[in-house]
């Protein structure tokens, strides 16, 4: 199948940093990709959504300001989590897709401290 | 808005036997329903696509069915092993099909397949 390359898989980080999580399709072409939180025990929630060579698209309630997606060539996406606080610690997934199927990467998780 | 209830948390099965996971789901005629696979501090891996036109599919020891009046689906793992303990995660496109418009996720039924 697909592969979603996402990196780094585990991040630390001080409160007031900013954070940079990447996610690569390897070996095919993504127009979109989509960014997925997860905290302990709960569902996969649709942060927004990454077109490449336009603005993302967010999902109610969340802050864009916050959470910056460049999308910048049909392969790569970036989550840049702004000004990170404890309370943005969580599971980060990305996912792109081909032929009606997600394919999602591995996954970062975010520790704030 | 759309709502996915996954049977139950947690399932524990004898190993050899069938575990069957339910997915229902409100507020919404769904074009595709997809099951994946998690493994602790991973993401979905995809197991298995089915449409609206669909009752049922099937890929080696899995099987997937969907009922559009019952708003429903069921996952069997047939034969099952240790190894296929994971938490199973239902999802529905949120849009047209296919997961162009993201997917919703059921919180998931994490199975334990017991030696």
């Known amino acids: 199948g697909a592969v979603v390359s996402q990196h780094p898989s585990w991040v630390i980080c001080k409160s007031g940093t900013s954070v940079k999580i990447e996610c690569r399709s390897l070996?095919?072409?993504?127009?979109?990709m989509f960014w997925y939180r997860q905290f302990p025990k709960q569902s996969l929630m649709l942060m927004a959504t990454?077109?490449?060579?336009?603005?993302?698209?967010?999902e109610q309630g969340v802050e864009k300001d916050k959470f910056l997606i460049n999308h910048a060539s049909l392969t790569l996406s970036t989550l840049t989590v702004t000004s990170a606080h404890p309370e943005d610690s969580s599971f980060y997934i990305c996912?792109?897709?081909?032929?009606?199927?997600?394919?999602f990467g591995a996954g970062t998780r975010l520790s704030v401290l | 808005s759309q709502k996915i209830e996954q049977n139950s948390e947690a399932l524990n099965i004898q190993e050899g036997k069938t575990a069957t996971l339910t997915c229902n789901y409100t507020n919404y005629s769904p074009a595709y329903l997809q099951w994946y696979r998690q493994d602790p501090g991973r993401g979905p891996v995809f197991l298995l696509l089915i449409r609206e036109n669909e009752k049922e599919k099937r890929k080696e020891r899995l099987k997937v069915t969907f009922d559009t009046t019952l708003k429903q689906s069921l996952f069997h793992i047939t034969a099952s092993q240790p190894a296929d303990s994971a938490t199973y995660l239902c999802a529905l496109d949120r849009g047209s099909g296919g997961g162009a418009d993201g997917l919703t996720f059921g919180k998931g039924t994490h199975l334990i397949i017991q030696p």
């Open positions: 996912s792109a897709g081909r032929n009606n199927i997600q394919y």
């Open positions: 070996d095919f072409q993504a127009t979109t």
């Open positions: 990454s077109n490449e060579g336009s603005k993302a698209t967010y």
